[in-house]
């Protein structure tokens, strides 16, 4: 682990909104179901043919379809659930070990091993960023509608609003700039103000951090809603 954060910083000590996460049935808007952000931008991802490739890899291996699959999600989810652990103001090795405890069960030594280091990245990342949490995993549903859940909004040193979503994949894509315009879109309908960046936290297994930022959130957030309109589209047209 890293050394401890410095919790005499008083935006460590902020007590942030804590949301419920992501809804187990989904989301609804005047009593009717609506797309989640992955869901929609599950149709334009990138990954695709990289994702097909990877799996024909595991095959060749000799690895039961799924399980790799379903380890990685799981390191993931711990990972997520550390991470929040520490942003509502848990010390790392608390956090980690309550995120193993109730997400982690069942993963190998090597396993826990990657959770450790992905989660290593994350804590560097948030000791430098010096942000200031306000929402965390809260789970929102626009006028437009869709619905999505943003792992962090908080406000910088420089008083800009900053909606953050981490991830342990092993590149950034283009569809994570989407769903973070979306989340932008999310946060000002309910805020009534627009975030004035998002950020991709990249943390992976093998230690790489990397966090960009894009200011363009407007753009950002209308890529994502010409998306919406495709998937509509696809589903009136029986495109799919």
């Given at each position: 682990?890293?050394?401890?954060?410095?919790?005499?910083?008083?935006?460590?000590h902020?007590?942030?909104?804590?949301?419920?996460?992501?809804?187990?049935?989904?989301?609804?808007?005047?009593?009717?179901?609506?797309p989640?952000v992955?869901?929609?931008?599950g149709?334009?991802n990138?990954?695709?043919d990289?994702?097909l490739?990877?799996?024909?890899?595991?095959?060749?291996k000799?690895?039961?379809?799924?399980?790799?699959?379903?380890?990685?999600a799981?390191?993931?989810?711990?990972v997520?659930?550390?991470a929040?652990r520490?942003?509502?103001?848990?010390?790392?090795?608390?956090?980690?070990?309550g995120?193993?405890?109730?997400?982690?069960?069942?993963?190998d030594?090597?396993?826990?091993?990657?959770?450790?280091?992905?989660?290593?990245g994350?804590?560097?990342?948030?000791?430098?960023?010096?942000?200031?949490p306000?929402?965390?995993?809260?789970?929102?549903?626009?006028?437009?509608?869709?619905g999505?859940t943003?792992?962090?909004l908080?406000?910088?040193?420089?008083?800009?609003?900053?909606?953050a979503?981490?991830?342990?994949?092993?590149?950034?894509?283009?569809s994570?700039?989407?769903?973070l315009?979306?989340?932008a879109?999310l946060?000002?309908?309910?805020?009534?103000?627009?975030?004035?960046?998002?950020?991709?936290?990249?943390?992976d297994?093998?230690?790489?951090?990397e966090a960009?930022?894009?200011f363009?959130v407007?753009?950002?957030?209308?890529?994502?809603l010409?998306a919406?309109?495709?998937?509509?589209?696809?589903?009136?047209l029986?495109?799919?």
């Amino acid at each position: 682990m890293t050394d401890p954060l410095d919790f005499s910083n008083a935006a460590m000590h902020a007590r942030p909104t804590r949301g419920t996460g992501r809804p187990s049935r989904g989301y609804y808007r005047d009593g009717t179901r609506v797309p989640s952000v992955t869901t929609v931008l599950g149709q334009v991802n990138a990954k695709g043919d990289r994702l097909l490739r990877w799996i024909h890899s595991q095959g060749v291996k000799g690895v039961p379809f799924g399980a790799e699959r379903d380890r990685k999600a799981t390191i993931g989810t711990t990972v997520h659930a550390a991470a929040e652990r520490l942003w509502l103001g848990q010390p790392p090795a608390a956090a980690l070990y309550g995120a193993l405890r109730d997400e982690g069960q069942g993963l190998d030594q090597d396993s826990q091993d990657q959770v450790h280091i992905a989660f290593d990245g994350v804590v560097s990342w948030w000791r430098q960023a010096k942000l200031r949490p306000l929402e965390v995993e809260v789970a929102r549903v626009s006028r437009h509608g869709f619905g999505g859940t943003y792992d962090l909004l908080a406000e910088d040193v420089a008083g800009r609003l900053v909606v953050a979503d981490l991830k342990t994949s092993g590149a950034v894509y283009g569809s994570y700039w989407a769903q973070l315009g979306a989340y932008a879109l999310l946060v000002e309908e309910h805020r009534g103000r627009l975030p004035d960046a998002v950020q991709v936290v990249r943390c992976d297994v093998k230690g790489k951090v990397e966090a960009p930022r894009r200011f363009e959130v407007r753009e950002l957030g209308g890529a994502f809603l010409a998306a919406l309109e495709w998937y509509r589209a696809r589903k009136r047209l029986g495109l799919e």
